[in-house]
């Protein structure tokens, strides 16, 4: 009986040790906070741009969304890529989201606008080191791969508030969305992080498309504006930063979308909400 509790136990402690290293072989994206104010010590991060991207996993073998969903990608596309777990953005350029939205969204390998597409990668979530080294081992990694569709988003220290403002100042202008702090000894924590950051001269938060309100006017017979509701369950009308194609052909209800807005009412509803994007790390609900 003893003999039996005992190799029960040790069955119970294998099983445990694979199922914990299965879980951290792929531990959830990594979320940056709004940058605080008053501001920490600069000293203490590295900065770069926040890309306005497609959030994508590399995980050894294939491209997936953050939500896990897999992204078709040409044949050769990966040609050369390491096999350690890396995090990324599908990007094209700024300005350029639209466009990699739909070849993520498209899954048609064959599209040509692919081959101007490259994973930037920012942070490998699997490496245990702080983030310096990290970075350190991407910056090797990225140039073994010797691959023009794997690049590495550039970190760099700045020496003061001042220099922070500019840089900010000359992505927006010209037409970026902000800035990324990474702490330098911040392990790799999966869900939103306290070292992580991102610096914009507006806040952004997510919503759900729960219905449609038709327009008026110049929008008579195409869309007015979307009413969302977010994770806290409050309901609103988002009416800005719609394109014509939008307003035509709007996100399906059920589609969750990225928005922009400068602060919130004492209710917690945002201020002059405005649509900054569609969310395609998932699939797009089917439209009625």
Not at 3 to 8: K, N, P, Q, Y
Not at 246 to 255: D, V
Request: proline content about 8%; some cysteine; charged content about 20%.
């Amino acid at each position: 009986m003893a003999t039996w509790l005992v190799a029960s136990a040790r069955r119970c402690l294998l099983w445990s040790v694979l199922f914990v290293g299965s879980a951290l072989a792929q531990p959830a994206p990594m979320l940056a906070s709004t940058w605080p104010q008053p501001a920490p010590a600069l000293d203490d991060f590295l900065f770069s741009e926040k890309l306005d991207g497609v959030r994508a996993r590399w995980d050894g073998r294939q491209l997936t969304t953050r939500g896990g969903n897999r992204i078709a990608v040409p044949p050769g596309f990966t040609a050369g890529w390491p096999a350690q777990v890396m995090d990324g953005e599908l990007w094209l350029g700024r300005g350029q989201f639209d466009t990699v939205s739909a070849l993520v969204r498209g899954h048609d390998p064959q599209d040509p606008r692919w081959q101007q597409v490259a994973l930037w990668v920012f942070d490998l979530p699997t490496d245990g080191g702080r983030f310096e080294q990290r970075y350190q081992h991407l910056q090797r990694l990225v140039a073994n791969s010797r691959s023009r569709h794997l690049r590495l988003v550039q970190q760099q220290p700045l020496a003061d508030p001042a220099a922070l403002q500019a840089w900010l100042d000359a992505v927006v202008q010209g037409g970026g969305e902000g800035l990324i702090a990474h702490h330098r000894y911040a392990r790799h924590v999966p869900g939103r992080s306290a070292l992580l950051f991102k610096i914009k001269p507006w806040r952004d938060a997510e919503a759900l498309v729960i219905a449609h309100t038709a327009g008026r006017g110049k929008y008579s017979g195409m869309l007015g504006a979307l009413q969302v509701r977010d994770d806290q369950g409050r309901v609103f009308a988002i009416g800005s930063g719609l394109s014509d194609a939008q307003r035509r052909a709007p996100p399906a209800i059920g589609s969750r979308i990225t928005y922009r807005y400068t602060e919130r009412t004492v209710h917690g509803l945002p201020r002059f909400p405005r649509l900054l994007r569609i969310r395609a790390d998932e699939p797009a609900p089917p439209r009625p």
